[in-house]
């Protein structure tokens, strides 16, 4: 049987670069995503077998970057100043790449949104946030619902506040509207990500990513059995 084919969008970023160092030792082929030629090489290094130059603003660019994948891991981000014509990548830009992977036959799709995106009830602190962020957050939404009614098999990651640290696969995981809040290092963002597409118990659902998180209800957490891709 081939390897499956990997998309990794977003690979030059935080969430991103962890994804591609732990895929590389696995038996898969990678993909990586960027708007700048001038990361290929510090892309390869870390393990992409492909660097795809494209922006997703472009659905040509989304298109080819999905074409002959299996699953896609989309960790794309902007800033508020990361505006495109009035948009953000983490809208209009993501739901490109949906479109193209549902059009491709990909068969799963992960998207790293954040805690407080959607209409879910969410903790204080989250909604204070996302009234800084809130166009952000609100293009998340839109690309959240486009994956949800997409012909794809999806698993969608809402993190809390990211860090640098380590992977320490502590994390738990909750349904929305569990109100978690706190800190989740990228490492274990990313091992999520990449365990998502084999984890059955993840297929079709939404969940709140945190690490020890604050003021959490017991009963609320989540035991998801994740598995580590194919023969990790
Ligand atoms: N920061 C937080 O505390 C926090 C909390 C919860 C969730 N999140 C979300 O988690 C995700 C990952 O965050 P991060 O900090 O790890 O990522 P990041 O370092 O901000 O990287 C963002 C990536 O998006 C890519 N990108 C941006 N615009 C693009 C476009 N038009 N076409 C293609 N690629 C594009 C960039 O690639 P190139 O520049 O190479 O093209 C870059 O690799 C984001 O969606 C973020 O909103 C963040």
């Given at each position: 049987?081939?390897n ?20 590389a ?10 708007r ?21 603003f472009?659905?040509?660019?989304a ?34 790449l949906v ?9 799963a799709f ?8 959607g ?12 009234a800084?962020?809130?166009?952000i ?9 486009a ?22 696969d502590?994390?738990q995981v ?14 274990d963002v ?12 993840a ?30």
């Amino acid at each position: 049987m081939p390897n499956t084919r990997v998309l990794v969008a977003g690979a030059s970023g935080g969430t991103g670069r962890a994804v591609l160092r732990l895929l590389a030792p696995r038996p898969v082929t990678v993909r990586a995503l960027t708007r700048s030629a001038s990361k290929t090489d510090r892309l390869e290094s870390l393990g992409a077998d492909e660097v795809l130059v494209g922006d997703l603003f472009d659905p040509d660019d989304a298109k080819n970057a999905a074409t002959d994948v299996d699953v896609v891991l989309s960790a794309v981000g902007s800033t508020l100043r990361d505006l495109h014509g009035g948009e953000f990548v983490d809208g209009v830009g993501a739901q490109n790449l949906v479109s193209a992977a549902a059009a491709a036959d990909v068969r799963a799709f992960v998207m790293e949104s954040a805690l407080g995106v959607g209409d879910d009830p969410a903790s204080l602190l989250a909604t204070a946030f996302d009234a800084v962020i809130g166009p952000i957050q609100r293009a998340k939404a839109d690309t959240e619902a486009a994956l949800r009614a997409a012909d794809l098999e999806h698993t969608i990651l809402r993190p809390g506040v990211l860090t640098d640290g380590p992977r320490t696969d502590t994390v738990q995981v909750a349904e929305p509207g569990a109100k978690l809040w706190g800190t989740v290092s990228r490492a274990d963002v990313a091992r999520l990500m990449a365990a998502a597409p084999w984890t059955p118990t993840a297929t079709d659902r939404t969940f709140e990513v945190v690490d020890n998180p604050l003021l959490r209800r017991r009963e609320d957490l989540l035991t998801i059995d994740w598995v580590d891709g194919p023969d990790s």
